[in-house]
Structures are given as C-alpha cells and as structure tokens.
C-alpha cells in the first residue's frame, strides 16, 4: 500500500528565505508526482505536476524534484512571500491508480 | 462561471437527515472524484467517475451515495451520517480518469454532523 510522508508538518519562516518542502513515499512504481496547495477552509490549486520520467519541474519561484529510484521528491519555494502562507500537499499517482496525499505542511511566511 | 463549483459552501446536519451535496465542472473534463479531508488526516479519495461511469469505490460506507448524470455534474447523497462524517468534502475533475493528469478541485463543503 502506498504512503506518502511529509516533512516537517509545520514550518514558519521569515519573509525572503528559499525554503524546502519534502516528500517521501514507499512505492517507487509511480506514474506521476503532484504539489498542491491548500488555503485555510478552501479547495486545492495543482502548483505542480512531474512525470515519472522526469527529474523537475519549475514554475516562477517554485521548483519540484523528483528521485524515484529513492522515493523522494522536494518542492522548493525562492524568496518566500507573506502570500505563500498556505499548507502544500504532496500526492502520488500509480499507474491507472488514484491519487494517494501526503498529510501536507504548514506553511507561515512572516512578514 | 469556470473551474469546479460545489454547493453548498457549508452544511450542518443531524444524523437522520438526507441531504446532497452538489459538484459542476465547467472544464470540459471527462472524469469526477469525490474526496474526504478530515482534520489531521491526509485527503482520502471516496469515488471515482470516469465518461459517467463509477470507476473506482474506495470502500466508503453506503450511506454515501454518488450519481453522475452526466460528465458535468457529480453529486454525493447523505443519509444516516456519524458525527465523525464531519469533514470537508472536495470534489475535483480531471481530462481523464487514469491519473496521468492534473486535478483541478473545487472549494469544497464543508460539513457538519450533530
């Protein structure tokens, strides 16, 4: 059965430092790898999606790595903003599966 | 309007009521999902709908029933809930139902069993 792991669960930091998001999962047969966020009480927005042939994905200050063989992927924010304040979740898809969510991270960008 | 709209935005109910909860994509998107956010638990997926069909039933309790009449609308029926059916509860479309593409989430309802 497929788990997927989040560290840390809650991270505050002050506003302009790079931060790093991890996510773990325990099969490595995956077809897809995908960051959401989640503002408090509100639905979920896909941030970014990554292939299983792929290593990364970049969208403007967020950057998504992906190591399969170890079952390990990062989601890295540049120059955190007040407006990032929102909890990041993490999901893996197996192939012709559903998506399985990590319990996601907390994230506080003080200003 | 666009995206995925759900309503209602909150709802409380007692145990014996009946009630729907109502899910529209106006993405052109070919797939439907049900899913159950409880506090301090990961999203779990309820149901699946892929072209109108139930593709995939994450063994939820009967008294939840889905229906989708078309590949537009979703709806999930609630009858004789548990205080601890209180959750948020999301629905989410998709071009296709095999997991290869993004999902794109309403803003959920959330719901509350007395």
């Known amino acids: 059965k497929q788990e997927v792991t989040q560290i840390p669960a809650a991270l505050s930091v002050p506003e302009g430092e790079n931060l790093v998001l991890n996510c773990s999962f325990t099969d490595s047969a995956i077809y897809n790898l995908q960051w959401f966020r989640q503002d408090p009480g509100k639905g979920l927005t896909s941030l970014l999606l990554?292939?299983?042939?792929?290593r990364e994905q970049t969208s403007g200050r967020l950057n998504a790595s992906l190591d399969k063989s170890s079952g390990r992927s990062t989601l890295y924010i540049a120059a955190s903003q007040p407006g990032d304040s929102a909890t990041y979740l993490c999901a893996v898809v197996a192939y012709g599966n559903k998506l399985v969510f990590g319990a996601g991270t907390i994230l506080r960008v003080k200003s | 309007e666009t995206g995925v709209t759900q309503t209602p935005r909150h709802l409380v109910m007692g145990m014996t009521n009946k009630k729907s909860l109502k899910c529209e994509q106006h993405?052109?998107?070919?797939?439907m999902y049900w899913y159950k956010q409880s506090a301090k638990k990961p999203l779990e997926l309820m149901f699946v709908?892929?072209?109108?069909?139930?593709?995939e039933n994450n063994s939820v309790p009967s008294r939840f029933s889905p229906e989708c009449p078309n590949s537009s609308h979703l709806f999930l029926h609630l009858h004789t809930l548990q205080p601890e059916d209180s959750a948020l509860y999301l629905c989410a479309s998709s071009h296709t139902g095999d997991g290869a593409d993004t999902q794109y989430f309403g803003p959920g309802t959330r719901l509350t069993v007395l």
């Open positions: 993405l052109g998107h070919n797939a």
């Open positions: 709908y892929s072209l109108e069909e139930r593709v």
């Open positions: 990554i292939q299983s042939s792929q």
